[in-house]
């Protein structure tokens, strides 16, 4: 083999496992399509991750990279082709070259679904979000508003409310919510306000947000609210192709599914981070690598002592 464990992709959970699976012996190789850091680079100011009382996702994730590179052969710029089984090992090809690995850990993450309007980039970490977990203490004593109808968005407007946004709306381009009625009553119960059949076409500010620009998908009357944050919630997309090539098991979401070792269906075939759904947090991505990473150990003919 060319390396025991190969590691497809170098945001949080992959930086982790290299950590952890080169310090327990593991000679580790950890791909990456870009520059690293997946998501969490995005993030203008992390304050829930333990160590760091504030910190630019940007600059947390410039940490890991030099914390991982001390340990694992790291190959950015280098994407997946493909991933093939070969009896006890898999054969990764990349646009660079071939490998042989003795076991696979995915950690492919997500992307956000996003609603594809110019300024909604130009304002990124500048009052637009994706992660009313991650952000949403930034705005209290603030307007917001949540775009999207369902399950999550409800839950992060209940949430911002909760924190002490001081107004929240919730905009839908339907006139009905897909949410369910339980969320939906949750949100009005704690005073969220709702726009429905309303299509967002800007966001508005100087250096941050200061309006939404809006239009009514019945009438095409245009309107303008005044808010300080927009948390974008319409959805994510898990990048799972790989995943699929391999026959790992997916949930209704298109997430993988793994056990409490982050063992997929497919064995020497491991998963970490976003792309396993759940809370997707940067903390948790870091715990499944780690994770990971040692229960690599049992399909290399290794043993860790836990």
């Known amino acids: 083999m060319d390396y025991e464990l190969a590691i497809i992709g170098a945001g949080p959970a992959g930086y982790s496992a290299a950590i952890y699976a080169v310090r327990a012996g593991i000679k580790t190789i950890l791909f990456e399509q870009g520059d690293g850091g997946g998501r969490a680079v995005l993030s203008p100011k992390i304050e829930n991750y333990a160590g760091f ?18 340990y694992a052969d790291i190959h950015y710029f280098e994407e997946i082709k493909s991933i093939t089984p070969s009896g006890k090992t898999f054969s990764i090809e990349t646009t660079k070259g071939k490998y042989l690995v003795g076991a696979v850990l995915l950690c492919t993450g997500t992307e956000h679904k996003t609603l594809g309007i110019l300024s909604e980039q130009e304002f990124q970490g500048k009052g637009v979000s994706y992660c009313a977990t991650c952000d949403g203490f930034f705005f209290k004593g603030k307007k917001v508003a949540v775009i999207g109808g369902g399950n999550a968005a409800l839950m992060e407007a209940i949430f911002l409310k909760q924190l002490g946004c001081t107004e929240v709306t919730v905009i839908h381009r339907r006139e009905q919510l897909r949410a369910e009625t339980i969320y939906e009553k949750e949100a009005r119960t704690k005073h969220v306000h709702f726009l429905l059949n309303k299509e967002i076409t800007a966001i508005t500010g100087t250096d941050t947000v200061q309006a939404i620009q809006m239009k009514d998908v019945a009438t095409g009357a245009s309107s303008t609210l005044a808010v300080d944050g927009v948390f974008i919630s319409i959805g994510e997309t898990p990048q799972n192709s790989l995943a699929k090539h391999l026959g790992v098991h997916l949930d209704e979401h298109g997430y993988i599914m793994v056990d409490s070792q982050q063992r997929t269906n497919i064995k020497g075939v491991y998963a970490a981070g976003d792309i396993t759904g759940g809370l997707r947090q940067v903390v948790t991505a870091c715990a499944q690598g780690a994770v990971a990473a040692l229960s690599s150990t049992e399909v290399l003919g290794k043993k860790y002592p836990y």
């Open 53 to 70: 009382e504030a910190i630019s996702g940007a600059e947390l994730m410039k940490k890991m990279k030099q914390h991982a590179s001390k």
